[in-house]
């Protein structure tokens, strides 16, 4: 069983900076025949306030002959209380209509694939409480089925115990409640987006997945200590073990989001807003 992991193709009709990244990528899946495909979110450049971004994804995504399952991102539906675009009801209900929706269970053979929507984990609102209670239920009711789950933002920037990340992880104390859930559960693999960094942490007692971005890395301007830039994707190989691979692909266009970050998302925003 073969899954393979996109995340982070920040398309868009409107600003067309990396769709060009778009057709190599679904040439590459098709040579790899996976089982199924997974998009681990900020498949737009702005679906979060322009319905036309996550139109032309849904058309996007159509390219793809696998079975597809996506998780939203920050950019698709924008992010916690007190940033410049909230989740709110409004935004969900734009994602669920157009994409389809932001948690879901997806069992393959003795597999269960779990999507949550990350954006709203540590907002407080009566959502995040819905999924957790559904998240807990998924687990509880497995009935022996092995878990792997996928989330647009990491568990952790640095280390599972790391305090704040502000824009980058789960803020702490959300991040304890699920990391004590998923041992608990047995969770086999936790893989996620949104940093545009590509990395496999081997060291908590599930491997956590970055998948590397395919729309474009981000370079100088934010300092990240960890993680390789490079544009491609993930693949999981689901067998005895888990078998998670980082691929490369030269076929894709090397898009820094420095060099047209004024154009992408204007006014120049803090360093930390652009992934
Ligand atoms: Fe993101
Ligand atoms: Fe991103």
Not at 132 to 137: I, P
Request: hydrophobic share 40%; net charge negative; aromatic share 6%.
């Amino acid at each position: 069983m073969k899954i393979i992991q996109i995340t982070d193709t920040h398309l868009s009709p409107m600003k067309p900076h990396f769709q060009a990244n778009w057709k190599p990528l679904v040439d590459w899946v098709d040579a790899i025949k996976p089982d199924l495909v997974v998009h681990t979110g900020d498949l737009t450049v702005d679906g979060a306030d322009f319905e036309e971004d996550l139109i032309h994804c849904r058309e996007m995504l159509r390219d793809l002959r696998y079975p597809t399952l996506c998780v939203p991102g920050n950019h698709d539906i924008g992010d916690l209380p007190g940033t410049r675009q909230p989740v709110d009801g409004e935004r969900l209900s734009r994602w669920r209509r157009i994409i389809g929706p932001d948690r879901w269970m997806h069992d393959l053979d003795e597999w269960r694939l779990v999507g949550l929507n990350s954006l709203i984990i540590g907002s407080g609102s009566s959502e995040e409480n819905e999924q957790l209670a559904w998240l807990e239920e998924t687990l509880r009711t497995r009935a022996g089925r092995r878990i792997l789950v996928f989330k647009h933002k990491p568990l952790f920037v640095e280390d599972p115990e790391e305090g704040e990340t502000g824009y980058w992880g789960l803020r702490p104390e959300p991040r304890r409640r699920l990391l004590a859930l998923f041992a608990e559960h047995g969770v086999e693999l936790i893989a996620s987006g949104h940093l545009h960094r590509a990395r496999i942490v081997e060291s908590t007692p599930f491997r956590c997945v970055w998948g590397p971005a395919s729309g474009f890395t981000v370079g100088p301007m934010v300092t990240m200590p960890v993680g390789e830039v490079l544009l491609g994707a993930a693949i999981h190989t689901l067998g005895s073990t888990v078998e998670s691979r980082i691929v490369p692909l030269g076929t894709l266009k090397p898009f820094v989001i420095d060099d047209v970050l004024h154009e992408v998302y204007p006014p120049a925003p803090t360093e930390a807003s652009a992934a």
